[in-house]
């Protein structure tokens, strides 16, 4: 619901039923909050985004997320305006995510790291991971089971999507 990194102290982070039913004072949910509820519950949860404004909507982290410990499927794709059409044209081009975590304030920070099984990442995009090993991957895999669908990865540091696992497909 937002581009905020916060963990809110107040928010209900036991499930993501849990977290949509009471997601803190400040009223929205985090990407943080939302990995945090979906570690915290067995079985596929589904994060999705519904972020106001024209995007694309930039998440900018201040450390490093949370890993993905359990089955979860991430998807841009429900972004309202998922599509394109509201980003800046380049070429004439509006096409691209419209959710974008930037990891650009953080050194050496995976800007995801899917170390559980079966975990989906669709229609997002990482940037400026920085990193000088494979800790500062556009998104480290070393879980069983990942798939990577019509994710972007831009600046990354020195590998965009660090496979550690063999059972994975990008």
Do not use: K, M
Not at 67 to 75: A, G, K, Q, R, T
Not at 88 to 99: D, F, K, Q, R, Y
Not at 117 to 140: K, L
């Amino acid at each position: 619901d937002t581009t905020s990194d916060l963990l809110s102290g107040d928010a209900d982070t036991s499930s993501l039923a849990a977290l949509i039913a009471t997601p803190g004072t400040d009223g929205v949910i985090s990407l943080r909050e939302a990995i945090t509820a979906a570690n915290n519950q067995s079985g596929t949860d589904t994060i999705e985004f519904n972020i106001a404004g024209v995007g694309p909507h930039t998440i900018s982290i201040a450390s490093a997320l949370p890993n993905l410990l359990e089955s979860v499927i991430i998807d841009g794709s429900t972004q309202e305006a998922f599509g394109g059409d509201d980003n800046l044209a380049v070429a004439e081009i509006t096409t691209g995510p419209e959710v974008i975590i930037d990891a650009s304030a953080t050194s050496e920070v995976a800007g995801l790291r899917l170390t559980g099984d079966d975990i989906t990442v669709q229609s997002i995009g990482i940037t400026g991971t920085n990193g000088t090993s494979v800790n500062g991957s556009g998104i480290y895999v070393s879980g069983d089971s990942a798939t990577i669908d019509d994710v972007t990865v831009s600046d990354s540091g020195v590998v965009g999507i660090f496979v550690l696992s063999s059972s994975n497909s990008a």
